[in-house]
């Protein structure tokens, strides 16, 4: 169930500390936004979502921001554990249709001890 | 825990060849889906399937490509005739909600190598 490419974007953080993971997206009509973990051999993992009509959301130990100005949307781990290392991808889905989501490329979670 | 699986692993097929990928969704889920994800590349959608008929389908389902949920359990994605280019992970996913309202369970994926 491997999700990586082999020029995944890495970001490597120490266990405890927070991690910011980002996405740019590219269509403005976007009105849903989910975000994903995927380990290996796994399928992909439902995180959080957003709909546009907020900027901010909150889970347990996630947090998802988006600014539609600048259409980017960010997941927020806090306090990192071994556990969340995987690839995580933001997915959208674009007004006017129910189900068709556009995938990112994804960032490889990289957590040291 | 409910999860979704799927069957077999691993396809290994020649060109031209028909396969069937097979999925068991949540037992209580209403909506399902197929995505595949190309070795380096982004998971696509494929088709959602609702009430016994397509939802949607992405440009990528062409004629080649069926889905069907034969029976109260199952839920296939058939691919008529293999090109090299099939060649991916395929997901399969349901949910149990509207799409947009609820989170799509995935399986852990069917890789099907095209020869």
């Known amino acids: 169930g491997e999700s990586v490419g082999l020029h995944l974007p890495t970001l490597s953080v120490q266990e405890g500390d927070n991690s910011i993971i980002n996405c740019a997206y590219s269509n403005s009509a976007s009105d849903y936004f989910i975000w994903y973990k995927q380990e290996s051999g796994k399928g992909p993992q439902f995180i959080i979502d957003?709909?546009?009509?907020?900027d901010k959301r909150q889970g347990q130990r996630v947090t998802v921001l988006l600014n539609k100005t600048v259409k980017h949307l960010s997941l927020q781990i806090a306090a990192t554990q071994p556990g969340d290392s995987a690839v995580y991808f933001c997915?959208?889905?674009?007004?006017?249709?129910?189900?068709?989501?556009?995938f990112g490329t994804g960032t490889r979670l990289q957590v040291t001890l | 825990e409910p999860e979704v699986t799927q069957t077999p692993s691993h396809q290994v097929t020649q060109m031209g060849q028909e396969v069937i990928l097979r999925c068991v969704p949540i037992s209580n889920h209403l909506y399902f889906y197929w995505y595949r994800q190309i070795l380096g590349q982004k998971v696509e959608f494929l088709v959602s399937f609702y009430n016994n008929e397509i939802s949607e389908k992405s440009e990528i389902f062409d004629d080649q490509f069926s889905v069907e949920r034969p029976d109260g359990s199952n839920f296939t994605l058939k691919i008529r005739s293999t090109k090299l280019e099939d060649s991916a992970m395929y997901f399969c996913?349901?949910?149990?909600?509207?799409?947009?309202?609820?989170?799509?369970?995935f399986g852990p994926g069917t890789r099907l190598t095209v020869l």
């Open positions: 997915a959208e889905r674009v007004r006017g249709t129910a189900s068709k989501l556009t």
């Open positions: 996913a349901s949910s149990g909600v509207r799409p947009t309202l609820g989170e799509q369970f």
């Open positions: 957003i709909r546009s009509n907020m």
